[in-house]
């Protein structure tokens, strides 16, 4: 299946990216960007990009695609509700009614959060928008996902672009362990996150918002892999 992944420069992104090379149900992947990745890659193709809110200059460019993996995303910290709303709802919408118009049997995989509010009236200025964000996108004409993981630890060499970030990562890295056995429900990987959006978008799921343990119990199944691939969850 051809994939279109945006985010590919963040964390997440990254990490989802570098399983779709890895697993050969994915001929194609476009990258949709501000900056070129950094991967060279036979089945990597990239549309760099500085217009993330009007994309009639792509739109047929985009047709023929079995699968959209959305992975930006910002934090909230010190944002205006309006400004937030406008780099998380509006941005990504913008992308998904493009998608929608000439891909509807297109499968949408969103990557939201832990504690998204669904209701879109609580207190969480973050949750609410994640939440009318998830509403807007399972309304579109086609098939979307819900991924809303909590804690994510990057693997296979994926690492965090935010120096403090990374350097908690780092910290963290010997506890995953215990930190998986502790919070289950909480915790996975940037490997089980990339492998669960390419098994839901290959074979669907019965549920449209998928939680950290429905995360990892897609992840973790027998990885699809290319030969010399790791292997390692």
């Not at 964390?11 to 949709?32: F, H, K, T, W």
């Not at 993330?52 to 910290?77: K, M, N």
């Not at 009614?97 to 995989?109: M, S, T, Y």
């Not at 669907?204 to 030969?227: F, K």
Request: glycine letters at 10%; one cysteine or more; proline letters at 5%.
């Amino acid at each position: 299946m051809k994939v279109i992944l945006f985010g590919a420069t963040g964390m997440i992104g990254d990490g989802v990216l570098r399983e779709c090379l890895a697993d050969p149900r994915v001929s194609m992947v476009l990258a949709v960007g501000r900056t070129p990745c950094g991967i060279t890659h036979a089945k990597l193709r990239e549309q760099v990009r500085a217009d993330f809110f009007d994309y009639r200059d792509v739109r047929a460019e985009w047709s023929g695609y079995a699968a959209c993996f959305f992975c930006l995303g910002v934090s909230s910290v010190g944002m205006r509700e309006a400004d937030y709303t406008r780099l998380t709802y509006d941005l990504t919408l913008a992308a998904a009614r493009a998608l929608a118009e000439g891909n509807p049997a297109l499968v949408f995989c969103y990557v939201s959060g832990a504690g998204t509010d669904s209701t879109e009236r609580g207190r969480s200025m973050w949750a609410r928008v994640k939440g009318k964000t998830e509403n807007h996108l399972i309304a579109l004409p086609f098939r979307a996902y819900m991924f809303r993981p909590a804690y994510v630890h990057p693997r296979r060499g994926t690492r965090s672009k935010t120096r403090l970030y990374q350097a908690f990562y780092t910290v963290l890295g010997p506890l995953y362990p215990l930190l998986r056995r502790l919070a289950p429900g909480y915790v996975t990987t940037t490997t089980a996150l990339g492998r669960a959006m390419i098994e839901v978008a290959a074979k669907g799921h019965g549920r449209r918002v998928l939680e950290s343990n429905d995360i990892n119990a897609l992840g973790e199944r027998p990885a699809h892999r290319v030969a010399g691939s790791e292997s390692a969850p």
